[in-house]
Every structure is written in C-alpha cells, then in structure tokens.
C-alpha cells in the first residue's frame, strides 16, 4: 500500500468518525430551550411558536435515530446537528414570544377590571337616582340583582387575576362590563321616559 493511500484512509477515517460524533451538546441545550419555553408558558402564549420547535425538536431525534442504526463508519449527524441548533433557535424565541404575549395580555386585563370597577360604580350612582314610582319597584330590585352579578363578576374577575387565569378575568370583567352598563342605560332609559311626561 502506497504511502498515499494510507494518508487518504486516515483522512477519510478521520472524516467518517468526525461526522459519527452524536451532537450530545446541541440535544441537551435544545433540550434545555424547549424546558425553558415550557416554563415561560410558551404553549400558552406562544402556541404555535413553541409547537414549531417541539416538532423541530422531534425532527432532530428522528434524524439522529436515522444514524445510530447505521454502521459506525457511515453514520452523519449533520442533518440533526442543524435541526437541533434551529430548534433551540426556534425555541428561544418562542419564549420570547410568550413572554411579550402575557406582559400584553396582563395590561390588558388590568385596564379591563379598571373599567369594570367604574362601570359597577356609574351603574350604582346610577341605581341611587334612579326614579321610583309605582310598578318600578319590581324594575329596582331587578336591576339591584344584575347589579350584585357584576359586582360578583368584578370579584371574581380579580381572583382570576391574582390566580394568573387571566382569559377566564379578561371573560369575567367583560360579563360586569356589560350587565353594569345594562343597568345603567336602562336606568337613563327609566329618567328620560319620567322627564318626558
């Protein structure tokens, strides 16, 4: 064997056995990102983000059990090395992504309880001037009643909150929106039908 043909085996061995190398350190910092997304609530809110690097992620592994069934000599793991560096990618951002979509989220609520705290207070300042005559007690205590299930709503619309269950507030602030500002036109409704006579 010529001196140049050992050269080129070894070459070529060095090759082999340097694409063979299982990417350990991209599998657990993938790993590590998609555990991060996971924490930062990224299925959540970021849903299809994170789905995209879960499934990157899976992409990944099933490239590399492609290889570990294949002879040493001709296994390559570049294809699962690239998938699990954009995974990780991939998955950063999904954290990312929830992160800004909650913050959003958070504010949002928040100035939605703020409304829903003034719509219960209009709607009771309202009920208090309201006019009271014969037949329109049966009105008031109706009204007095909506009034009690926004309140209720408003509570539990923070209690959600404070849970960090901010769909089920941003629903129940919206329910004492709407049943406050109910009350509250149909108590203007009632003022203006008493003025007109």
Request: with cysteine; hydrophobic share 50%; proline share 2%.
């Amino acid at each position: 064997m010529s001196r140049i043909a050992v050269v080129l085996s070894i070459l070529m061995l060095v090759v082999f056995t340097g694409c063979s190398k299982v990417p350990e350190i991209e599998m657990q910092a993938s790993q590590t990102a998609i555990n991060a997304a996971r924490t930062a609530e990224a299925e959540i809110y970021a849903p299809e983000a994170f789905q995209t690097a879960v499934d990157t992620m899976n992409a990944a592994m099933a490239a590399k059990q492609e290889q570990d069934s294949k002879f040493k000599l001709f296994r390559s793991y570049n294809d699962s090395k690239e998938l699990l560096v954009r995974a990780k990618v991939l998955a950063d951002q999904a954290a990312s992504m929830a992160a800004a979509e909650k913050a959003r989220i958070i504010a949002e609520v928040t100035d939605l309880i703020a409304s829903a705290q003034m719509a219960v207070d209009n709607a009771n300042a309202a009920l208090a001037g309201a006019p009271v005559g014969k037949g329109s007690r049966a009105e008031i205590e109706l009204m007095k009643s909506d009034l009690s299930f926004a309140a209720t709503a408003l509570g539990e619309a923070r209690a959600d909150f404070e849970a960090g269950m901010y769909e089920a507030a941003r629903t129940r602030a919206q329910a004492a929106i709407d049943k406050a500002n109910t009350v509250t036109g149909e108590i203007e409704a009632a003022i203006a039908r008493k003025a007109g006579k």
